[in-house]
T-cell receptor
Framework: QKEVEQDPGPLSVPEGAIVSLNCTYS??????FMWYRQYSRKGPELLMY????GNKEDGRFTAQVDKSSKYISLFIRDSQPSDSATYLC???????????FGTGTRLTIIP | GAVVSQHPSWVICKSGTSVKIECRSL??????MFWYRQFPKQSLMLMAT?????????EQGVEKDKFLINHASLTLSTLTVTSAHPEDSSFYIC?????????????FGSGTRLTVV
């Protein structure tokens, strides 16, 4: 079993829809949770960072962490064609600088 | 925000030659740099962790003699693919842990697409 599971998609939704992306994990030591967006042939860019459980909102993006269920989510409201990219979840633990990534979900927003 | 500049963005080389990829932290000091490899439609695989002034720590299965990492200064880390072969063709990305941005996280270079022919 992988430490981090993420549905690779592809996921296609119409413009303006709410997008829900998810990851599950098995390592209870993970404390820091991140979402990255990666456009084709580019490096990942940080979208959201969350420590421990809870919600965080930034513009159209909301990140949720449920440590009891070992489940994290990213919601994108009012999705735009420019949101079309691969979204990667990543996480790490205390005192451990290494990031463990999900496989990434390829998202396409249809105009 | 913290920026990591990675060069070249793409390179084609002949089999058997060596290729050097550079990552520079432009407005912060990166004591630790991470090097990843990414195959098409797959996630990032950590290859090694480099610390300024010391030897890199390689992940299991990564040949340290083939993928030479140097982190001689707080702003520069390099990855050299030695005696490259077609199976080394991949997308290589560096990353640094940053504390200077509003959000704690890791900033990534733009990646280098290596094609070995």
């Amino acid at each position: 079993q992988k430490e981090v599971e993420q549905d690779p998609g592809p996921l296609s939704v119409p413009e303006g829809a709410i997008v829900s992306l998810n990851c599950t994990y098995s390592n209870s030591a993970f404390q820091y949770f991140m979402w990255y967006r990666q456009y084709s042939r580019k490096g990942p860019e940080l979208l959201m960072y969350t420590y421990s459980s809870g919600n965080k909102e930034d513009g159209r993006f909301t990140a949720q962490v449920d440590k009891s269920s070992k489940y994290i989510s990213l919601f994108i409201r009012d999705s735009q064609p420019s949101d079309s990219a691969t979204y990667l979840c990543a996480m790490s633990g205390f005192g451990n600088e290494k990031l463990t990534f999900g496989t990434g979900t390829r998202l396409t927003i249809i105009p | 925000g913290a920026v990591v500049s990675q060069h070249p963005s793409w390179v084609i080389c002949k089999s058997g030659t060596s290729v050097k990829i550079e990552c520079r932290s432009l407005d912060f000091q990166a004591t630790t740099m991470f090097w990843y490899r990414q195959f098409p439609k797959q996630s990032l695989m950590l290859m090694a962790t480099s610390n300024e002034g010391s030897k890199a720590t390689y992940e299991q299965g990564v040949e340290k003699d083939k993928f030479l990492i140097n982190h001689a200064s707080l702003t520069l880390s390099t990855l050299t693919v030695t005696s490259a072969h077609p199976e080394d063709s991949s997308f290589y990305i560096c990353s640094a842990r940053v504390r200077v941005t509003r959000e704690y996280g890791y900033t990534f270079g733009s990646g280098t697409r290596l094609t070995v022919v």
